[in-house]
């Protein structure tokens, strides 16, 4: 039998940017006529390649005016041909999303899948999403899953690109590119703090500190700190987490900024789920548990650490023509005492489950550099658009199981358990993993304007990307190279409004063996959309229909044993349907983002796959300024999914669709401070967190948080 073990992820990106070279140079702009502090501010839009000009947390608005995640291009969301989503600042301040996993949810189109309290996968049209990007520059993903809490303090928004993203993210799924754009040093002082307690004896803190740190104003600095602890509504889990992050930027002339950044996260979590709840009977009845249930011993623990260094040099070579380096290192450290649930309960006495503990080791070190280009050019009369690059990363990753004695001892029924088993010493096995990934790319991608109102933005990455090592005794050999090419077209039919198309493609190298023993080819992805974009109200409101295809080929699934090897075969599974998105400002009252998404997924020959995966999606959130009384806003928020199902040997698990409501407000007592209240889940809706597994465990029932925010 095979037991899921603690795969931590390499999401986090510990970047640790050293940037390289300057490239050449004359001034990008005349120096500012009035004084030295004003000029500072043209040198910080020097770093728009990370989008920090367009920054949404002072703006106020659910959206932003230029992206970059999709292509490399600073580009208008309706410039954009493919569906963007956006998680601003303010979002995330109005409803306190302090998790990424809170983000996410948030989105147009993703499904949150929390497999355990301390581990979690995401979906997107389908399938899963294995990208993540912090500033536009990506990094290897080890495990395919999230490890921990990660912590928004340090993010200005959250994005995600739609479809398969085959310019900025070279391997991975159809599925959607996540871009975390971190918050930047700002040239004038602004200074924010809050103090925020919660249901399950949550508390909080927050710091933020930004601005000029020499008088001239040409170095400035931010500096970001948070920190949490909280009970849960979980039997025995709690956690506590704190994060900071350092960034000073320094104009070296009038046309090149170098910047220093670093970032550390700190989680710790006391008797964590490692699996979950067993979601059937022996007779094939769903258990139906208490919210509160957790399969945790008292003494289980799972502890990580994130830390990351970047430093990046961006220089104006003339009006026309940027160019940034980029060198990140990062490393992430994970550890803990871990206690695994198997078997299925009895219905009529609960018995049947069994003990497995774990003592387990990781530790990840990802190096990653980057140089990238972007600038305009004539040509038949017309100005276009040319960004090209290169990038190299390699992660490597070793962890190790020390397995517990007494796996198989029986348990009591989980109504009664109470945690109490005794730590075990963890000598009766071992295993664990060792392997490398590195990759290397090139890409280059144009804007064409062909005449006034159509655009072509054409594109291509080539990639070559190899594994060697083990894991849990599985070979992670492989080695592929691919181009994959990036096609897309918008024809403005207004001012404000666009029709578009575009085509990318991209594909994953696989370590999995087939019956042979070779490794499988790569997947092959592909992603197709047409649609309509708009921008509205002084390019405050975006919005964008659209329809899409997206296709896998060749994606491992298993297909028995030879001898004590588990080999795969490749499979097919493709996705249709349509994606609604809007954010921003409606009036200069009411702020909203919606979004809606609805698919349809086969094997290629007509039978459902990946039924896990909710085929409705709804998400919306609106906030609104109270007239008469200026001082309050009030807010409310509504995330509806359809239902979804597991096929298991024992029957099927079942998650009736749902709807999860909650609400805000904030009352502003001065131009500086105000308090503020959130209530999650406000009809106590019971559900289960994910049906990823066939086990699960049930999301948090109603609660509530109040704040006292000050900002300068």
């Not at 001034?27 to 920090?52: M, N």
């Not at 503990?357 to 017309?382: E, I």
Request: charged fraction near 20%; glycine fraction near 8%; proline fraction near 4%.
């Amino acid at each position: 039998m095979h037991f899921p073990t603690p795969l931590p992820s390499a999401l986090r990106r510990r970047p640790l940017a050293l940037a390289l070279a300057a490239f050449c140079a004359s001034p990008a702009f005349a120096a500012d006529p009035v004084t030295t502090e004003e000029r500072v501010l043209s040198a910080v839009t020097v770093t728009d390649s990370a989008d920090a000009s367009d920054s949404t947390e002072r703006s106020g608005l659910y959206t932003t005016r230029k992206s970059s995640s999709a292509t490399g291009l600073a580009l208008s969301l309706r410039e954009t041909p493919q569906t963007v989503s956006v998680v601003s600042r303010s979002q995330m301040n109005d409803f306190r999303l302090d998790s990424v996993n809170e983000v996410l949810a948030a989105s147009s189109g993703i499904t949150v899948e929390k497999v355990e309290t301390d581990r979690t996968y995401y979906t997107a049209r389908g399938f899963d999403i294995t990208n993540f990007l912090v500033d536009g520059i990506g990094q290897p993903f080890a495990y395919g899953n999230v490890n921990g809490d990660i912590d928004t303090a340090l993010y200005d928004r959250i994005e995600a690109v739609y479809g398969a993203n085959g310019l900025t993210s070279a391997t991975g799924n159809p599925s959607a590119t996540v871009n975390f754009v971190r918050k930047r040093p700002t040239a004038d002082f602004a200074a924010s703090a809050g103090l925020s307690a919660g249901s399950w004896g949550k508390t909080r803190v927050d710091a933020d500190v930004s601005g000029k740190l020499i008088d001239s104003g040409r170095i400035r600095g931010r500096f970001v700190f948070a920190r949490e602890d909280a009970d849960s509504y979980l039997d025995r889990y709690s956690r506590d987490k704190t994060v900071f992050s350092g960034i000073v930027e320094a104009d070296l002339n009038e046309s090149t900024v170098l910047t220093l950044g670093h970032q550390q996260q700190r989680n710790n979590n006391h008797s964590p789920l490692w699996g979950a709840l067993p979601m059937l009977y022996s007779n094939g009845q769903p258990t139906h548990y208490d919210s509160s249930t957790s399969t945790s011993a008292n003494w289980a623990y799972w502890n990580s650490r994130s830390t990351s260094t970047f430093v990046e040099l961006a220089h104006e070579i003339n009006a026309d023509w940027s160019a940034k380096a980029t060198l990140t290192r990062s490393q992430y450290d994970n550890n803990g005492a871990l206690f695994y649930v198997y078997g299925t309960p009895d219905a009529s006495t609960g018995l049947g489950l069994a003990a497995y503990p774990s003592l387990y080791d990781m530790k990840n070190r990802q190096t990653q550099a980057d140089v990238s280009a972007q600038g305009r050019f004539s040509l038949g009369g017309r100005q276009h658009e040319l960004t090209f690059g290169a990038n190299s990363s390699e992660s490597v990753l070793d962890d190790v199981s020390h397995y517990g004695r007494g796996i198989g001892t029986p348990l009591p029924p989980l109504q009664n358990w109470d945690g109490n088993y005794p730590m075990p010493s963890f000598d009766a096995s071992v295993n664990g993993s060792h392997f490398v990934f590195r990759q290397k790319s090139a890409y280059a991608a144009t804007r064409l304007a062909l005449n006034d109102d159509l655009k072509l933005i054409v594109g291509a990455r080539s990639t070559h990307a190899e594994s060697n090592g083990t894991s849990y005794g599985v070979a992670r050999e492989s080695s592929a190279s691919r181009v994959t090419p990036y096609t897309g077209l918008l024809y403005d039919l207004t001012a404000n409004l666009s029709v578009y198309a575009s085509h990318t493609a991209i594909f994953t190298p696989q370590y999995q063996p087939d019956a042979s023993g070779n490794p499988l080819q790569p997947v092959v992805g592909r992603s197709r959309e047409v649609g309509l974009k708009g921008e509205f109200l002084d390019k405050k409101l975006n919005a964008s229909l659209a329809f899409f295809k997206t296709e896998q080929h060749n994606i491992a699934e298993q297909a028995g044993t030879i001898g004590p090897l588990t080999v795969y075969r490749g499979i097919e599974a493709n996705s249709q349907g349509i994606q609604l998105d809007a954010s921003g400002q409606l009036t200069s009252r009411l702020q909203m983002s919606v979004g809606y998404t609805q698919l349809a997924m086969d094997d290629g020959a007509g039978h459902d796959v990946r039924t896990y995966v909710p085929r409705r999606l709804l998400r919306t959130a609106l906030t609104y300024r109270v007239p008469g009384i200026e001082a309050l806003k009030v807010g409310g928020s509504l995330n509806w999914q359809s239902d979804t199902y597991r096929n298991t040997s024992l029957g099927e698990i079942r998650q009736k669709a749902y709807a999860v409501l909650n609400l805000m407000a904030r009352y502003d007592i001065d131009k500086k401070w105000s308090v503020s209240a959130n209530l999650n889940n406000v009809t106590n809706e019971k559900y289960i967190a994910s049906l990823y597994w066939d086990q699960a465990y049930y999301a948090a029932p109603r609660n509530a948080s109040i704040a006292l925010n000050w900002r300068y």
